[in-house]
């Protein structure tokens, strides 16, 4: 695995340019900073992603970017301490600036790992642009809880407006115990009310701890069995995007009168 930050120039270079094995790919993983209730810290998203990302760089011999720490967070609205949020359009931004500048070096296929939902829309507006003007290199996205069928259902066991659930809190206890407060945890179970819904609501609308789910559920065998599950998927995706072309070949960028 070589990590970006870690390393020298030139080694990076050589590492983004290795063709013995199909063209490199990078990962990139997507957090926030958000409250994530009484027991999880508000880092969750971000160190959850950065775990995942690298394991599966271990697993695979890939490149790993920094990440993304911040994410797009208004879903959680200004009551509940400790949320720093971008805006959408500066997540946008955000993930084309790493577009372009790990192409320089070399890095033309990246694969964005998100921990948050609320990040989702942007990355796919961010990608969709990259696609459509500059389809020599390779974008994808992959959220961390739709990686398999298997991780969906255990992740929405306790509702679908997932958040600091038994599935996260469960990761959490997996792969840094020492930030979660287990004891409030086994109080902190708050259940999903967006069933039926038709309008959208902030966290404190919906939710009165900002949980939804039953973190009390969660145990760090949970946790580690999904952080296997998921980090398999993502190496199998590096493999695959190592040597995927796409079936038609690569589609002309558009010449935009304008």
Known sequence: MTIWSDTASPDLAAAAARTD??????????????????????????IVASTLCADAGAMTDSLVLPPISLGVSYGH???????LSLTPDLLVATVH????????????????????????????????????????????????????????????????????????????????????????????????????????YTAPALSRNGVTGRPSEATADLGAELRRRVVSA??????????EEPALGIAPAPDFPF
């Open 21 to 46: 094995r199909g063209h490199e790919v990078g990962l990139v993983p997507v957090g926030a900073i958000e409250q994530h209730g009484p027991h999880l810290p508000v880092g969750t998203d971000t």
């Open 77 to 83: 609205g200004t009551l509940l301490a400790g949320t």
């Open 97 to 200: 600036q790493y577009v372009r500048w790990a192409s320089l070096a070399g890095l033309r296929r990246l694969l964005f790992v998100n921990a948050h939902l609320g990040n989702s829309a942007s990355l796919n507006v961010a990608t969709d642009s990259v696609r459509l003007l500059a389809p020599q290199l390779r974008v994808g996205v992959l959220d961390w809880w739709a990686a398999a069928p298997a991780v969906l259902a255990e992740v929405m066991a306790d509702g679908a407006d997932i958040h600091a659930n038994r599935a996260e809190t469960a990761m959490m206890m997996a792969i840094a115990p020492d930030l979660v407060h287990s004891g409030r945890a086994s109080d902190a179970d708050d259940p999903d009310r967006t069933a039926g819904l038709t309008f959208r």
């Open 234 to 243: 993502i190496a199998g995706r590096i493999e695959r995007g190592r040597a």
